[in-house]
């Protein structure tokens, strides 16, 4: 049987077996969903031992932890190592959910769960791709699995698992799908990502909450304050003012943002999509390249004082939010965090204390498109969907990118399916029925072109 009927056949068993992975709310951020994300831990070790894989075990880290398999079926052939990830955003607000997060639907060919696209759909494609492999005997390189917990929360652990187990990870090449693809008619691959810098800020006014009629008007109050300072992070041209910030930004060339912007893009559809009347952002840049090569400041969330049914005139003691700024090359994600902190505390009003809590950062990738594996996945893309892919940019992050060239030399193919209208972090996050199976064909192809320039 040929691994393209294999897949045929067992359509249905694939997508059963993948929603019950997404039931498992798998939630890192969240210390509730602790055992449900241990037994996501458990279901991807059995699914790779059904699947034909050897030496497969939970690995403990300090935090949750990672799944290993392996399958080598000659030293001497060449290696895939294929990352991705187990864990899922929270689902909240939960009342703008069609379906319940995690009770997968198929409406429309579109599977809508946490998780269906990022990372549990993406993810599961290779493990049933290898499973097609083995039941056809078609496996022609060497295959190992790292399926990591902490993604969602900026994989902490992670780092320190790689750097302890080199041997064990020893590959040619790293194979992720954790990306998206422009779209189901024009097929592509992500050829740079970018870098994260995370953090909290709080901002304390007076020693507790105050009488905003008594005290309104005399005292600062956080929220006002904190709005102000925020505001002015960017000027009136969307360019953000933290001194320093674009210092190491490389610039692309005339040619490679003309190559960038050659891609498939409809801006009506785009803001219609979005139901936005127009879009926003940096001045002298076009909406592709400000979501995929130039940095970004954003707050990601904003609270204080009352926020509860009805109305309380309080001046809340404290205000905070959360800002994350997307970095390109050369950006360094540590610089970047000692910059805003630095800059954040120095535009502070003398009437108020401001505390920075770093979270979590990553670094920015650029991946090569002149590689034996990138040519294995062009034409793998060539024969499963007829067309060749077009290197794209990526705005989102995926930290163990430049992890990966930094520890163990490898280089990365980001192969995604997913689509950007897919609502991942979202309420009614979908990945569809066909990105999900013809990912696994593609997945597949890649294994033997990639064999073949061997």
Request: hydrophobic share 35%; glycine share 8%.
């Amino acid at each position: 049987m040929s691994s393209i009927d294999y897949i045929k056949d067992n359509k249905q068993k694939f997508l059963d077996e993948l929603f019950d992975l997404l039931r498992l709310p798998s939630v890192s951020a969240d210390p509730a969903y602790k055992n449900d994300v241990l037994k996501t831990a458990e279901f991807v070790k059995n699914s790779l031992v059904s699947a034909g894989a050897d030496n497969v075990e939970i690995c403990e880290t300090a935090g949750y932890p990672i799944v290993y398999g392996e399958k080598i079926i000659d030293p001497k052939l060449p290696t895939v190592l294929v990352y991705g990830h187990y864990d899922v955003q929270p689902a909240d607000p939960l009342e703008l959910w069609d379906s319940p997060a995690f009770e997968p639907v198929i409406k429309d060919d579109k599977i809508y769960a946490r998780g269906a696209c990022d990372d549990k759909g993406q993810m599961y494609m290779h493990v049933k791709a290898f499973e097609t492999m083995m039941k056809t005997n078609s496996l022609a390189t060497n295959v190992k699995f790292m399926i990591e917990g902490e993604e969602e929360v900026g994989s902490d652990n992670l780092g320190i698992f790689v750097k302890n187990n080199k041997e064990k990870l020893a590959a040619d090449i790293i194979l992720i799908s954790d990306t998206s693809m422009i779209s189901l008619d024009t097929p592509s691959i992500t050829v740079g990502l970018r870098g994260l810098s995370y953090m909290q800020v709080e901002v304390t006014g007076p020693n507790r909450d105050l009488h905003s009629g008594v005290y309104g008007g005399a005292v600062a109050n956080p929220i006002n304050e904190l709005c102000k300072m925020i505001a002015s992070l960017k000027d009136e041209n969307n360019k953000i003012t933290i001194p320093g910030f674009y210092d190491k930004v490389v610039e692309l060339t005339a040619d490679e943002r003309k190559a960038l912007n050659s891609a498939p893009f409809d801006l009506d559809e785009y803001k219609k999509d979005l139901n936005i009347n127009e879009v926003e952002g940096e001045d002298g840049y076009t909406t592709l390249e400000r979501a995929g090569i130039r940095p970004t400041l954003d707050v990601n969330g904003i609270w204080g004082g009352y926020t509860g049914e009805g109305a309380k005139t309080v001046l809340p003691s404290k205000a905070y939010a959360k800002i994350s700024m997307r970095l390109v090359p050369n950006q360094v994600s540590d610089e970047i965090t000692e910059l805003f902190t630095n800059h954040f505390k120095s535009i502070a009003p003398d009437s108020i204390k401001v505390k920075v809590t770093p979270h979590h950062g990553g670094e920015p990738a650029v991946t090569p498109t002149d590689s034996v594996a990138y040519a294995a996945a062009s034409d793998a893309f060539v024969e499963a969907w007829g067309k060749a892919p077009i290197p794209t940019r990526d705005g989102g992050s995926i930290p163990i990118v430049s992890l990966f060239k930094d520890e163990l030399g490898l280089d990365t193919v980001l192969m995604g399916f997913g689509l950007d209208s897919d609502a991942i972090h979202s309420p009614n996050e979908h990945y569809g029925v066909t990105n999900f199976m013809k990912g696994i064909e593609t997945i597949t192809l890649f294994y033997k072109h990639y064999a073949n320039k061997h």
